[in-house]
């Protein structure tokens, strides 16, 4: 089992920039393909970015592509996600996952460990 802790929410204006961390913790984080999703108030929980074991490929959702950045550094056992250019419509909890799957991008349903989230909040 892996334990996954978020930081780096807050409140920013739209069109400013936030980073979030998610660091690991328990079995080797370098086993787990892992994903940023998010839920805004009264919507369900999308998958938004997602990373390969490795770091070479990724995934975007449309909504983020060219203004999120996934990445990840397996000696740290930290995933991230830089947000750039937001929108007030990104105003969300954001949460880490970490997926078993074989797959190199698992899809959304494939996560098997969550974090807590962390808010992130972007104001017009």
């Known amino acids: 089992q892996v334990q996954l802790v978020e930081s780096g929410g807050g409140l920013v204006q739209a069109g400013e920039s936030l980073r979030l961390s998610c660091a690991a913790s328990?079995?080797?984080?370098?086993?787990?393909?892992m994903g940023w999703f998010r839920q805004p108030p009264g919507k369900d929980r999308d998958l938004v970015a997602s990373?390969?074991?490795?770091?070479?490929?990724?995934y975007y959702a449309d909504s983020v592509k060219g203004r999120f950045t996934i990445s990840r550094d397996n000696a740290k056992n930290t995933v991230y996600l830089q947000m750039s250019s937001l929108k007030p419509e990104d105003t969300a909890v954001y949460y880490c996952?970490?997926?078993?799957?074989?797959?190199?991008?698992?899809?959304?349903?494939?996560?098997?460990?969550w974090g807590q989230g962390t808010q992130v909040t972007v104001s017009s």
């Open positions: 996952a970490a997926s078993r799957n074989l797959a190199v991008l698992p899809t959304g349903s494939q996560y098997d460990y």
């Open positions: 328990g079995r080797t984080f370098s086993n787990y393909a």
């Open positions: 990373i390969s074991r490795s770091g070479v490929r990724s």
